[in-house]
């Protein structure tokens, strides 16, 4: 077994449950390159959203020209400014950008789009190029560089899968799926000397990276508690956990889930909303947790989905696309809507042609909100100026 697959499975909980091996050692855990505290957290949006049917550009009649059967009326969309405005249903997340706490990114994509479900998170997982294959996360990158030794919470994960985005080299991050079942172990304080044997001592490293993980969550826990009452849903749940994380000082770099149901290839305008009431419900909540708490200055939500929708509706939803918008929260962004509203006349086959490169928004968040240099990751995109 190599590291790799070692990594994959032990640097995962199952149920909350810790599952490893009954050894540990003694390893002191080594700080940041950079101390701030600022948190990056994402919610992927698993499925392909239909950003023309989120952020809608009611002004352009070849919206309603190109769907007769699920574009909204001028009237039904809410928050509208410069020819846009948001689904009737994001009424949360029309009071955020309201309060100037939320950015919207418009166009997000990249060249030679992949519509695969699994290609295209995969490219927007490690940042790379179409046509290339990497095996590490361009998140993993960053904390292999931003660790001076492995940090087992640098990342936390908090989906039923590993995030191909968070894995590196070293086990810096670590994957929860469902904290109400996370039990303390006993004999957290064994510790064994290293063998001398290069993969067994690896093993145990891993395997003493993830007993530490869990007791830095347990601390995390106890000296939080949530204040304020989070909607009944899965996606509600995973964000009231990283507040109270972030509460209780765990000094995670990156937190990361996602929500699906986002594949309305039918019955748009039924799935559509319902995916969007979770999301803007439990995004309210999250946002005035992180504010009442005085924590939103130093916390980034990032919300994206692997593409977008094509432009023409199929008669009751719409089928895989390219460019869609991305939304940032807090993180002291200037709430601005970065980029021209999408062009409906010129298309690339029916699909928006995209404007800005998700990289490039990459880049931007970790040089400035994370003091971090995104060349040393490969991130060679332009900045985008004036989103921070």
């Not at 007993?211 to 849903?233: C, H, N, R, W």
């Not at 980029?339 to 006349?345: A, I, Q, T, V």
């Amino acid at each position: 077994m190599n590291r790799r697959q070692f990594l994959s499975i032990s640097a995962t909980f199952t149920g909350g449950t810790l599952m490893i091996p009954n050894f540990l050692y003694a390893l002191k855990n080594q700080p940041f390159v950079n101390s701030n505290s600022e948190c990056l957290i994402f919610i992927q949006l698993d499925g392909g959203n239909d950003g023309l049917n989120t952020f809608i550009p009611y002004d352009n009649p070849l919206y309603k020209a190109l769907r007769p059967n699920i574009g909204f009326a001028k009237d039904e969309v809410i928050n509208k400014s410069n020819g846009m405005g948001f689904h009737p249903i994001l009424k949360g997340i029309s009071n955020i950008q309201q309060n100037g706490d939320l950015s919207i990114i418009q166009n997000v994509g990249y060249p030679e789009p992949n519509r695969s479900h699994f290609r295209s998170q995969e490219i927007w997982q490690t940042a790379s190029s179409s046509h290339e294959y990497l095996t590490r996360g361009w998140l993993g990158r960053y904390l292999d560089l931003q660790c001076n030794e492995h940090i087992p919470t640098a990342g936390i994960n908090l989906d039923t899968i590993d995030n191909l985005s968070l894995k590196g080299e070293e086990p810096n991050f670590i994957t929860v799926k469902n904290l109400n079942h996370f039990k303390k172990r006993e004999n957290e304080n064994e510790f064994i000397k290293l063998s001398g044997n290069p993969q067994l001592d690896f093993a145990r490293k891993i395997s003493y990276s993830v007993s530490e993980g869990s007791k830095e969550i347990q601390k995390a826990l106890k000296y939080s508690k949530t204040e304020i009452t989070y909607p009944k849903s899965q996606l509600s749940s995973k964000l009231e956990w990283i507040a109270r994380l972030i509460k209780g000082n765990l000094n995670s770099k990156v937190y990361y889930t996602s929500l699906n149901g986002f594949d309305t290839h039918n019955n748009q305008l039924g799935l559509q909303k319902h995916k969007l009431k979770e999301l803007d419900e439990a995004l309210a909540t999250f946002y005035q947790d992180l504010k009442d708490s005085k924590l939103l200055e130093q916390a980034t939500i990032v919300i994206f989905s692997e593409f977008g929708r094509r432009v023409k509706d199929n008669g009751s939803g719409t089928d895989h696309g390219t460019a869609a918008p991305m939304i940032i929260i807090g993180g002291q962004n200037k709430g601005i809507v970065y980029g021209d509203n999408p062009d409906l006349k010129n298309l690339d086959n029916g699909d928006l042609i995209y404007k800005t490169d998700f990289r490039s928004v990459y880049a931007t968040l970790l040089n400035e909100k994370m003091k971090f240099n995104p060349i040393d990751i490969g991130l060679n995109n332009n900045l985008l100026k004036g989103l921070f």
